[in-house]
Nanobody, 122 residues
Framework: VQLQASGGGLVQAGGSLRLTCLASGRTFSNYGVGWFRQAPGKEREFVSTITRSGRTTYYADSVKGRFTISRDNAKNMVNLQMNSLKPEDTAVYYC????????????????WGQGTLVTVSS
């Protein structure tokens, strides 16, 4: 499966963005999907993940209540709706998939998209 993340951009604090991860190749519904981010000079960190069916989601404490992950398997797509953005949300955001139980562990994911930059100004 190949992944392409899009939707990043520049937004003021308090604003919103919607990231999309579009998959092609193998059956998308076979994979759990995660969003991760990497800020300059920092390690890549977990943001959110969603199970294959879409029924269960998980969030990092730092984004809980502000971000919402969803998926549409018919369209091979996972979205990350980001509201009430803060300057500390500035990072390159990556989507990734794994063939198994979803997890917040970065190295558990098999395929990664190229990343999309989110910049939140204060």
């Amino acid at each position: 499966v190949q992944l392409q993340a899009s939707g990043g951009g520049l937004v003021q604090a308090g604003g919103s963005l919607r990231l999309t991860c579009l998959a092609s190749g193998r059956t998308f519904s076979n994979y759990g999907v995660g969003w991760f981010r990497q800020a300059p000079g920092k390690e890549r960190e977990f943001v959110s993940t969603i199970t294959r069916s879409g029924r269960t989601t998980y969030y990092a404490d730092s984004v809980k209540g502000r971000f919402t992950i969803s998926r549409d398997n018919a369209k091979n797509m996972v979205n990350l709706q980001m509201n009430s953005l803060k300057p500390e949300d500035t990072a390159v955001y990556y989507c990734a998939v794994r063939d198994g139980v979803v997890t917040n562990k970065t190295d558990a994911y098999d395929r990664w998209g190229q990343g999309t930059l989110v910049t939140v100004s204060s």
